[in-house]
């Protein structure tokens, strides 16, 4: 049982370049996340998904796309990546709504944008 | 917007002691969670409390929450070496629709001195 697993763990990418970051759960969780950590701050949300086929935008949508491939896998898309987006990217996944069951998180992608 | 923040951002105790770390908010929430992370890893789930609960327990953790004041504590007694680590409020408002994620503070950064 790998929980919330996370790929790359870190990468560098020169302004406008393009990548996809990949998260899946093997929790069979309904929700999934992907948050973005930024040094000294909480996490804030970009994207929320609560089933197979549906997305919602959160706090800091502006730059990303992702796609809810199927209940396991949510990916998140820079596809043109600006150094603002310099940042740790985490994914997470819950049983039901963020407020009433615990969030389980990925160990994170490390991105710099040059 | 970042709605929670949590006091002190920082903390050094000896092991031992017990330690305490605030967290306010500014608007009404379902529920609060702590979460807890460990250097370059991800957030592990501490405690939920619901807006109806004052108290609540789990091993060394004690977590109150004041709707009132809009504040939370999480006190951890008997500190260990291996709480070192960065701990988050996150709250959370049901909306009725759209993303549905937790609220982020900046955190409050533990270290448990030998």
């Known amino acids: 049982n790998a929980g919330v697993t996370q790929t790359p763990k870190f990468q560098v990418l020169k302004t406008g370049q393009s990548m996809t970051l990949q998260c899946a759960q093997d929790?069979?969780?309904?929700?999934m996340y992907w948050y973005r950590q930024d040094p000294g701050m909480g996490l804030r949300l970009i994207y929320y998904?609560?089933?197979?086929?549906?997305?919602d935008k959160g706090e800091v949508p502006n730059g990303y796309n992702v796609s809810r491939l199927n209940k396991r896998e949510f990916s998140l898309r820079l596809e043109s990546a600006a150094p603002s987006q310099t940042s740790v990217y985490f994914c997470?996944?819950?049983?039901?709504?963020?407020?009433?069951?615990?969030?389980?998180f990925g160990p994170g992608t490390r991105l710099t944008v040059t | 917007s970042q709605q929670g923040e949590e006091d002190p951002q920082a903390l050094s105790i000896q092991e031992g002691e017990n330690a305490t770390m605030n967290c306010s908010y500014k608007?009404?929430?379902?529920?609060l969670q702590w979460y807890r992370q460990n250097s370059g890893r991800g957030l592990v789930h501490l405690i939920l409390?619901?807006?109806?609960?004052r108290e609540k327990h789990s091993g060394r953790l004690r977590v109150t929450l004041d709707t009132s004041k809009k504040s939370s504590s999480l006190l951890i007694t008997a500190s260990r070496a291996a709480d070192t680590a960065s701990y988050f409020c996150?709250?959370?408002?049901?909306?009725?629709?759209?993303?549905?994620?937790?609220?982020f503070g900046k955190g409050t950064h533990l270290i448990i001195q030998p």
């Open positions: 997470a996944s819950s049983e039901g709504l963020a407020g009433v069951k615990p969030q389980y």
């Open positions: 929790m069979n969780h309904n929700s």
């Open positions: 998904s609560a089933s197979e086929g549906t997305t």
């Open positions: 608007t009404s929430i379902n529920n």
């Open positions: 409390i619901r807006s109806n609960e």
């Open positions: 996150a709250t959370y408002m049901y909306s009725g629709g759209g993303a549905d994620g937790l609220t």
